[in-house]
């Protein structure tokens, strides 16, 4: 008799090994989520810092380059006029085609 009480408690002890490696399971796959989920947000966080960064060294690139255009403009008016007439006359000749 001694035979089907040690089989039960074995028959237990595996039962409870397996109840305890689906809950190690869960949590892992839980913490794995949860790393998963904070990776993307940090990602995604470094990703609108660097896209801001960008834009503003580019609108300030712009804002230069239209006070350089701008004085170009003021100190040889008959120059840019020219210039402009060329570039709208090549223009109109390319998308006529």
């Not at 089907?4 to 074995?10: H, I, L, N, V, Y």
Request: no cysteine; charged share 25%; glycine share 6%.
């Amino acid at each position: 008799m001694a035979e089907p009480a040690r089989a039960k408690t074995d028959l237990e002890a595996i039962t409870d090994d397996i109840s305890a490696l689906k809950r190690d399971l869960a949590a892992l796959v839980e913490h794995v989520k949860s790393d998963a989920v904070s990776g993307a947000t940090d990602a995604a966080s470094q990703f609108r810092n660097e896209a801001h960064d960008i834009y503003g060294r580019l609108a300030a690139e712009g804002a230069r380059s239209a006070k350089v255009i701008s004085r170009q403009v003021e100190e040889q008016p008959m120059v840019s006029l020219l210039a402009a007439f060329a570039v709208g006359f090549l223009g109109s000749r390319l998308l006529q085609r």
